[in-house]
């Protein structure tokens, strides 16, 4: 795996600053005009959500510089989706598919000039694969996942397939171990079954997490190199 250069990484850190602010407005302006019932938030949570966004530009900077728009805007999505769903519980789609398709053109211009137009079909499939992953579980474990995360899934198993097989399970494997025990503490300390658990938070940080190093683990899992 080629590493970012220093250049490369601080603009990706700009625009992830930039995404940040981008994904702190997109989770203040959404939810009144869904008409949901506004949840105050202190500005500290805020400022480590723009914090936040910096660092997964910093730590997911792609090799190519022309995938780095790309990034940022993933970022700023994926990031605004996982605070509404903190508050919420939900997914809005207004936010998810506009979010995938502009990321998802930004990809693919972004990746044919940087000559990885290869990655692009892995991207589509992953994004199906994960698709599919999550539906399949969500519909055995009896709303496991709710269809807000499964459409999620379109946006990260792109992103992630892009970048590698290696990142695509990873995480989903992460997404699934962190959700899990996040969900089991939450049923522990609140000893009901009935407790709204937003999966989606946990969905973005598995797959930020694969982004920035997923090839790192998978080696360090089986074992390779």
Same mark, same amino acid.
């Given at each position: 795996?080629? /590493?970012?250069? #220093?250049a490369?990484?601080? #603009?990706?850190?700009?625009?992830?600053?930039?995404?940040?602010?981008?994904?702190?407005?997109? /989770?203040?302006?959404?939810?009144?005009?869904?008409?949901?019932?506004?949840?105050?938030?202190?500005?500290?949570?805020? #400022?480590?959500?723009?914090? +936040?966004?910096?660092?997964?530009?910093?730590?997911?900077?792609? /090799? =190519?510089?022309?995938?780095?728009? /790309?990034?940022?805007?993933?970022?700023?999505? #994926?990031?605004?989706? +996982?605070?509404? =769903?903190?508050? !919420?519980?939900? %997914?809005?789609?207004?936010?998810?598919?506009?979010?995938?398709?502009?990321?998802g053109?930004?990809?693919?211009?972004? $990746?044919?000039?940087?000559?990885?137009?290869?990655?692009?079909?892995?991207?589509?499939?992953?994004?199906?694969? !994960? *698709?599919?992953?999550?539906? %399949?579980?969500?519909?055995?474990?009896? &709303?496991? *996942?709710?269809? &807000?995360?499964?459409?999620?899934?379109?946006?990260? @198993?792109?992103?992630? @397939? *892009?970048?590698?097989?290696?990142?695509?399970?990873?995480?989903?494997?992460?997404?699934?171990?962190?959700?899990?025990?996040?969900?089991l503490?939450?049923?522990?300390?609140?000893?009901?079954?009935?407790?709204?658990? $937003?999966?989606?938070?946990?969905?973005?940080?598995? $797959?930020? %997490? +694969?982004?920035?190093? @997923?090839t790192q683990?998978? =080696?360090?899992?089986?074992?390779?190199?």
């Amino acid at each position: 795996m080629i /590493a970012a250069t #220093t250049a490369v990484r601080v #603009t990706s850190l700009v625009l992830g600053i930039a995404a940040g602010i981008g994904a702190v407005y997109l /989770a203040r302006w959404v939810p009144p005009r869904m008409e949901l019932e506004i949840r105050s938030r202190p500005l500290w949570w805020w #400022t480590a959500a723009v914090v +936040a966004g910096g660092a997964f530009g910093w730590v997911a900077a792609p /090799a =190519d510089a022309e995938l780095v728009p /790309a990034i940022a805007v993933f970022g700023a999505v #994926t990031l605004a989706l +996982a605070l509404i =769903d903190l508050d !919420y519980q939900l %997914i809005p789609n207004r936010v998810l598919f506009p979010g995938l398709g502009v990321s998802g053109v930004m990809l693919f211009g972004g $990746a044919m000039l940087a000559g990885r137009g290869d990655g692009l079909l892995r991207g589509v499939l992953g994004a199906v694969i !994960y *698709f599919l992953l999550l539906l %399949i579980v969500g519909l055995v474990a009896r &709303g496991g *996942f709710g269809m &807000g995360d499964v459409k999620l899934a379109l946006l990260l @198993g792109l992103f992630l @397939g *892009f970048a590698s097989w290696d990142s695509l399970g990873v995480g989903a494997v992460l997404a699934i171990v962190l959700g899990g025990v996040a969900s089991l503490l939450l049923l522990v300390a609140r000893r009901s079954r009935k407790s709204k658990f $937003a999966y989606g938070p946990f969905l973005v940080l598995g $797959a930020w %997490i +694969a982004m920035a190093w @997923g090839t790192q683990i998978a =080696d360090w899992y089986l074992r390779r190199g």
